[in-house]
T-cell receptor, first 108, second 113 residues
Framework: RKEVEQDPGPFNVPEGATVAFNCTYSNSASQSFFWYRQDCRKEPKLLMS???SGNEDGRFTAQLNRASQYISLLIRDSKLSDSATYLC?????????FGTGTKLQVIP | DGGITQSPKYLFRKEGQNVTLSCEQNLNHDAMYWYRQDPGQGLRLIYYSQIVNDFQKGDIAEGYSVSREKKESFPLTVTSAQKNPTAFYLCASNPDESNQPQHFGDGTRLSIL
């Protein structure tokens, strides 16, 4: 089993739709969780940290489910500019593991 | 503004040549990392350093070397032993605390001539 797994997609959604991605992790001792956004041929950029209580930043909501060992990202009212690859990141001490990413394409 | 600077943005290597990618940060971060990303793939860790004059191999260190003589700088050398160096190389840093996210430079794209 991979340490961090994501559905590669692509997820093709119309503008204004709500879309959700999940990311599963294998090590129950994992400590910190993040979502990054990566545009084509660019560096990953931090989108948001993920907390056990769940957290929201505008149209984006992140959740952590420790019992089932997954994190999720919900995007409401999708914009064309949301088209990108979304990477989940799981850390344990200094070991940082990136998922391979989920590609989102928002269609006009 | 604080950040991570990678140079050059594009680099071409001849067969049998060593090349060095630069990574400088002014964020006062202790930990620095080098990743490689191939088309359509995730990030793979090459080397990381948690403190000056110390570094550890990541998952794909063969054919690469690094140094950490200064806190701000973590250059990566792609040696001639790396037979498939064409990739997107990303440098990252974070404070040496496990709950802090990494910040990335804008990458160096290396190609073989």
């Amino acid at each position: 089993r991979k340490e961090v797994e994501q559905d590669p997609g692509p997820f093709n959604v119309p503008e204004g739709a709500t879309v959700a991605f999940n990311c599963t992790y294998s090590n129950s001792a994992s400590q910190s969780f993040f979502w990054y956004r990566q545009d084509c041929r660019k560096e990953p950029k931090l989108l948001m940290s993920v907390y056990s209580s769940g957290n929201e930043d505008g149209r984006f909501t992140a959740q952590l489910n420790r019992a089932s060992q997954y994190i999720s990202l919900l995007i409401r009212d999708s914009k064309l500019s949301d088209s990108a690859t979304y990477l989940c990141v799981v850390t344990l001490y200094q070991k940082v593991t990136f998922g391979t990413g989920t590609k989102l394409q928002v269609i006009p | 503004d604080g950040g991570i600077t990678q140079s050059p943005k594009y680099l071409f290597r001849k067969e049998g040549q060593n090349v060095t990618l630069s990574c400088e940060q002014n964020l006062n971060h202790d930990a620095m990392y080098w990743y490689r990303q191939d088309p359509g793939q995730g990030l793979r860790l090459i080397y990381y350093s948690q403190i000056v004059n110390d570094f550890q191999k990541g998952d794909i260190a063969e054919g690469y070397s690094v140094s950490r003589e200064k806190k701000e700088s973590f250059p990566l050398t792609v040696t001639s032993a790396q037979k498939n160096p064409t990739a997107f190389y990303l440098c990252a840093s974070n404070p040496d605390e496990s709950n802090q996210p990494q910040h990335f430079g804008d990458g160096t794209r290396l190609s073989i001539l």
